[in-house]
């Protein structure tokens, strides 16, 4: 049963920063890409951001791009997304996701086959 369990979001004013983290268990995490959505009152669920299973390849949406970076450390089986120069745009609710086929670089949302519960950012203006 693969496990994603999300932490680190919080409220924060213009121009903060976040980490969030996503810690996976119950399967070899190091052989998935790794994939974090966010999704805004109203708004549909949007991908932000994607890291390939050795970290070597990464990938942003437009809107973060020079502000937000994906990492992964394999050994401690987590992801995290670091989130500078934070807007009130980027108010969400972040999930972290997984594909369900080894080494296969996801971009695509139907692509995740698991996710986390979600951890609320909220960033005030």
């Known amino acids: 049963q693969v496990q994603l369990v999300e932490s680190g979001g919080g409220s924060v004013q213009a121009g903060g920063s976040l980490r969030l983290s996503c810690a996976a268990s119950g399967r ?3 052989t998935y890409t ?3 959505f966010r999704q805004a009152p109203g708004k549909e669920r949007e991908f932000v951001a994607v890291i390939s299973w050795s ?3 990464t990938y942003y949406v437009d809107s973060v791009k020079g502000r937000f ?3 992964r450390d ?3 089986n987590t992801v995290y997304l670091q989130m500078n120069s934070l807007k009130p745009e980027d108010t969400a609710v972040y999930y972290c996701a997984t594909d369900d086929v080894r ?3 996801s971009l695509g949302y139907s692509a995740y ?3 986390g519960q979600g951890t ?3 960033v005030s203006s």
């Open 103 to 105: 080494y296969r670089w």
């Open 55 to 57: 970290g070597e390849n």
């Open 74 to 76: 394999n050994a401690k």
């Open 120 to 122: 609320q950012v909220t």
């Open 28 to 30: 070899p995490f190091s």
């Open 113 to 115: 086959k698991y996710w």
């Open 69 to 71: 970076t994906i990492s």
């Open 34 to 36: 790794m994939g974090w």
